[in-house]
């Protein structure tokens, strides 16, 4: 019988988690941001509004809780909420220039990480990793459809 510890499914979860929970801890005592605002301000490119539903969309978070994402970041003036000019009931959400300069650290910051994690792999295991999540996540994306399931 397999358990749940021989997943693959199960291995990769345990390992995202890690990252996420080293990436949270660095980001909360650096920067001040939670890992879903860190989400959110990465995702908002400098000059570029997106609606609340977007961005949600890009954090792949519901859109209740990149709203209270978002409330969070506007109330210590790191985004701000615009008024569509398409649609007056839709909030476009972007960087305050304060935003921006911690946006451009949190980068610099998750980049060093990634160089880290990059640094103990070999040249070729580098590809190979980046070849496996390819072909996982085109696979993942497969078995979502529930014609897949037969």
């Not at 506007?74 to 972007?94: E, P």
């Amino acid at each position: 019988m397999t358990s749940i510890r021989d997943l693959l499914s199960y291995r990769i979860h345990k390992l995202a988690g890690a990252m996420s929970r080293g990436a949270a801890a660095r980001y909360r005592a650096e920067f001040g941001v939670t890992l879903m605002e860190w989400r959110a301000l990465a995702l908002l490119d400098d000059g570029t509004a997106l609606s609340l539903q977007e961005l949600a969309r890009h954090a792949a978070l519901d859109k209740s809780q990149i709203s209270r994402v978002v409330s969070a970041l506007t109330a210590r003036g790191l985004v701000k909420r615009g008024v569509s000019k398409a649609d007056a009931r839709a909030a476009h959400i972007s960087l305050t220039p304060a935003g921006a300069r911690i946006r451009a650290a949190l980068l610099r910051s998750a980049a060093a990480r990634d160089t880290a994690f990059a640094a103990i792999l070999t040249a070729q295991e580098q590809r190979v990793l980046d070849h496996v999540i390819r072909k996982l996540t085109e696979e993942a994306r497969r078995q979502s459809e529930p014609d897949s399931w037969a």
